[in-house]
């Protein structure tokens, strides 16, 4: 059974920093597309980062040059550094992980979620 379990989220300062744990079981990073989302009040899950099973990245251009997705292959954990946070960015964060090879952005093409961690930026 796959399991994901996002850590890291917090209150914190605009302009200020976080980073997100996404710690795996029952599958193993390196041989996943891993992906985070993020779900603000009342909006939709909207896509913020993927890296694909190669190293390949993606970034919503919401998140680019602030956002950094990479992975912890020995720790099986996958990591979101968030830099430069901003009040929009406030939401709940989710990881994702995918059976495709690649860098993936849309919601339907992950199969295994974690339950989220909430990010929240104070003005």
């Known amino acids: 059974q796959v399991q994901l379990v996002e850590s890291g989220g917090g209150l914190v300062q605009a302009g200020g920093s976080l980073r997100l744990s996404c710690a795996a079981s029952g599958r193993t990073v390196s041989s996943s597309t891993m992906g985070w989302f993020r779900q603000a009040p009342g909006k939709e899950r909207e896509f913020a980062a993927t890296?694909?099973?190669?190293?390949?990245?993606r970034y919503a251009d919401s998140v680019k040059g602030r956002f950094t997705i990479s992975r912890d292959n020995a720790k099986n954990t996958v990591y979101l550094q968030l830099n430069s946070l901003k009040p929009e960015d406030t939401a709940v964060y989710y990881c994702?992980?995918?059976?495709?090879?690649?860098?993936?952005?849309?919601?339907?093409?992950?199969?295994?979620w974690g339950q989220g961690t909430q990010v929240t930026v104070s003005s």
């Open positions: 890296i694909s099973r190669s190293g390949d990245t």
């Open positions: 994702a992980a995918a059976n495709r090879p690649y860098a993936l952005i849309y919601r339907s093409q992950y199969d295994y």
